[in-house]
């Protein structure tokens, strides 16, 4: 490939011509430069937050300091990085040239929930230094709402912003899926990861606006004491747990959904098979999206509920492993007897499977009404969403990173380097948070700051296991450098890939597309 | 409807759309979905209301009684001729008829700012009286009983000193009010009902306001002849929000004014 070849990256020149751009491409690139700088910040409150832990009582902080680490990472974790993060980033950029289309449908919007991202991040990252908040990321009432300082409003309002963000890049995909798709690429040949994240930005539109009035609600419960949330005042404090949860619990799928997508594309390229069961696949995307809306009472099993809610609930919730299996045993198919390579985005996909398997298996026991009570608020909870979120979509992440490096950049990502973090990544995510299974089952409650000197060895393990996968995500940081300095041409297709993004030039050119393409198969015919 | 909007000598579209139809149909979907977004927001508010008004019948009856039907219905009868004027206003902008255009929207525009007069007459009555959400309806001091006394039982307490007409004369109270508030003031946990009121209501009212500030946007669209019989996709996308706007005061109307 030639160096003076037109594409989209010197199109324009300047910082200006970024920050005004239209283009999704570059819209996508700017994603990912905010959230990785999210993730870093979000990464290291994690990591003083395990080595608090180190040993029981004081280790570094005070309690007072260990509760607003441990809230801002998990609040800059769960709205600033995984709920944004493959749709944001990946989604921006393949989704379009996916389906044949040369930006999304609404590209000025587009623009617009990017920077909705950056007012909502700065405007909650300002009260680490003017107030500090130690609610937990989920803001549960009474606390929030009466004990705790006024910090609580700037940062709630930065999520509900970050939130109104979610809700644009929703629409703006779903229409441009609807909208935009090159003649002959019916519904039923868009590629999985397309689905996916289609089934996605119907759950960002669903049930991000019931999160906004829940915090509009905080926010009002804080400057005006309606009360609704104040048993003092009549109201009810568990009110504010369902209206969060009918959002949070579906957010859940909004952070694994595109990851999904994602292996659906590492599996069928790096087994060089046609996929198994596409319909089953996509189906499952938009079924796991639908239960997804009518299980949020599991969170709430010891809140007083019914008995016969939660034995609703309980059923209920057991029936979004229906479709997770689906999708599971259809890569597993796929995988079979093909001829796989694996190289390191295939290594991230696996370690998905794995990861997510046990997290989802896990979830199991805790949708178990009765489990429920002995595990509720452990540890155990914590390993839990942990190994769905974090060994899931971040994995995930990863996964498509390596993947999508060349045709973002024009230059490959090393495999050595991409096989290094990866090693560094899956090993010490189970050294990190297996052991916090048995702690969680020994009785160690989540959200402390202190625990009984029976739980240090496995402690330890556990912020060990964290140094691990911090150095795992240096060295795949260090693969990003290395191949932007030193990184071979990658050519149009160096993994083979069979959708559209492969059929153009890397770099893409401004409108992706020299000749508006005509698709006459599905997306993944390997013969 | 759609085909009069085809690309007329003017218009263009963007690159990455096929044709003007094309683009137009595509806007008017993101439309749609962001109303959904707006039901669905509501939602959760009307969700909670019917909760707390199926555990506190009461407090909702007592507190309904409070609000003026006569200014509630005055309100649903000028933003429905409003949702009428935005209608029109849309028509005459798809047929040309520029002049028109500018008064209908107008009109739209000033029954928006009448809805907020009336609005600010209600809210400024309530902080007279006393009807004000959660921890503000209560007086700071506590009675001797140690109970918290509410501003509206302060209120009643100085009223029940003087005469009727006193009461007329000094502290605004007709006699129905003095019984509504009364009523109210033996109701236990009352103000959630004003929480309640002052949420939907207020945030309503953003709605309004941003309503009226995006019809001004597009009106000076028309007046610019920046839209037309060929392109009329804000005018339209406007008009669809501010008849969500209008919907959602006829569910808040006889939820909060007529359950009593
Ligand atoms: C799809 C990926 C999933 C993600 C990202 C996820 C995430 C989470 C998170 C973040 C929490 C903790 C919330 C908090 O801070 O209180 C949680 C708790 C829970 N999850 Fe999941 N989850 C997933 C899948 C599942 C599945 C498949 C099930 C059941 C079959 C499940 C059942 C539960 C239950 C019952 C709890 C509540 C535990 C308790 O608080 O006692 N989850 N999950
Ligand atoms: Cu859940």
Known sequence: MAHDQHNYLNHQKGIWSWLTTLDHKRIGIMYFIAIMSFFFLGGVFALLVRAELFTPGKTLFSADVYNRMMTYHGAIMVFMVIVPGIPAIFGNFVLPIMIGAKDVAFPRLNLMSWYMLMIGAAITGSTLFMQNVDTGWTFYTPYSSIKTGMGVIPMVLGVFIIGFSSILTGLNFIVTTHKLRAPGMTMTRIPLMVWALYSTAILQVLATPVLAITLLLLIAEKTLGVGIFDPQLGGDPVLFQHFFWFYSHPAVYIMILPAMGVVSELVATFSRKTIFGYTAIAYSSLAIAGVSFLVWGHHMFVSGQSEFAGVLFSFITMLVGVPTAIKLFNWIATMYKGSIRLDSPMLFAIGFMFLFTIGGLTGVYLASTGIDIHFHDTYFVVAHFHYVMVGGTLMALMGALIYWFPKVTGKLYNDTIGRISWVFIFSGFNVTFFPQFILGNMGMPRRYYDYLPTFTELNQMSTFGSWLIGTGFLVGFFGVIFALLKGKEAGMNPFGGKTLEWTIPSPPPHENFDKTPVLTGGPYEYR | ?260
């Open chain 2, 1 to 260: 409807m759609s085909t009069a909007n085809h690309a007329g000598a003017g218009f263009h579209h963007a690159h990455h759309f096929d044709s003007a139809e094309h683009q137009y149909e595509s806007s008017k979907q993101g439309i749609w979905l962001f109303l959904v977004t707006e039901i669905l927001m509501f939602g959760g508010l009307f969700v909670g209301y019917s909760i707390y008004h199926s555990l506190y019948p009461q407090i909702f009856h007592a507190g309904s009684k409070q609000l003026s039907v006569t200014l509630g219905a005055l309100n649903t009868v000028v933003l429905l001729f409003s949702s009428f004027t935005m209608a029109l206003g849309i028509n005459y902008v798809q047929r040309g008829l520029r002049n028109k255009a500018i008064i209908a929207l107008a009109v739209t525009i000033a029954c928006a700012g009448i809805f907020m007069v009336v609005k600010y007459f209600e809210y400024t009555h309530k902080f007279h009286v006393g009807t004000v959400p959660g921890k503000y309806a209560y007086e700071e001091e506590l009675s001797p009983s140690g109970e918290k006394v509410t501003r509206v039982g302060a209120l009643l307490a100085e009223a029940s000193k003087l005469s009727v007409e006193e009461r007329e004369h000094k502290l605004h109270l007709d006699e129905t009010e003095y019984e509504h508030l009364t009523l109210l003031n033996n109701t236990k946990n009352w103000p959630l009902f004003f929480g309640f009121y002052f949420v939907m209501s207020g945030i309503h009212g953003l709605h309004v306001l941003a309503g009226a500030f995006l019809i001004f946007w597009v009106l000076l669209k028309v007046i610019r002849n920046k839209v037309g019989p060929e392109y009329y996709t804000p005018v339209e996308g406007v008009g669809l929000f501010w008849h969500v706007v209008d919907l959602i005061w006829i569910y808040l109307f006889p939820l909060l004014y007529l359950v009593g």
